[in-house]
């Protein structure tokens, strides 16, 4: 799962645009939610894609409300947008690869976390991250999507 983050970062820079220009080298490892993803049965076979799509929406996650891993912009809306995009390609990659389980999964996991932020509790958010990290890669292919958070 070495390079990850940079992998996504290559690719994110590769689409060209204002995105492309806020693409900076990952500072460190940070990969640790597409690894959670990457060992699950359901990635089997496709464990970098599995990886790079968590890490993907998460870093669409964190430039909505942290600060981001590989994309810095220093315009808030530019960031706020660069945080779409992230979570549109991650979870557009999710589906071409037809796992519409994980794509529900995803959307519970931002949605939750859009909660604990507002609501002022990021360690609730950071807790929603792993268990839908896990549970991206640790449900079978075809299975229902049923997965509950903290």
């Known amino acids: 799962m070495s390079g990850t983050l940079s992998g996504l ?39 970098e894609d599995y990886a790079q799509i968590v890490e993907a929406v998460y870093e669409g996650f964190l430039l909505h409300y942290r600060s981001g891993r590989f994309v810095v912009t220093g315009d808030p809306d530019l960031t706020l947008l660069a945080g779409d995009r992230l979570y549109a390609l991650g979870l557009s990659r999710l589906a071409d690869l037809g796992d ?16 604990a932020e507002a609501e002022g509790d990021p360690a609730r958010a950071d807790a929603v991250w792993r268990a839908g ?12 999507h049923s997965v509950s958070f903290p």
């Open 133 to 144: 990290a896990e549970a991206v890669g640790g449900g079978a292919r075809g299975r229902t």
């Open 9 to 47: 970062a290559d690719a994110v820079a590769a689409m060209g645009g204002l995105l492309a220009g806020a693409v900076r080298r990952p500072a460190g490892p940070g990969e640790e939610l597409g690894r959670l993803a990457a060992v699950g049965p359901r990635a089997a076979g496709q464990e």
């Open 100 to 115: 519409l389980d994980a794509v529900a999964t995803l959307a519970d996991v931002i949605s939750g976390c859009a909660q």
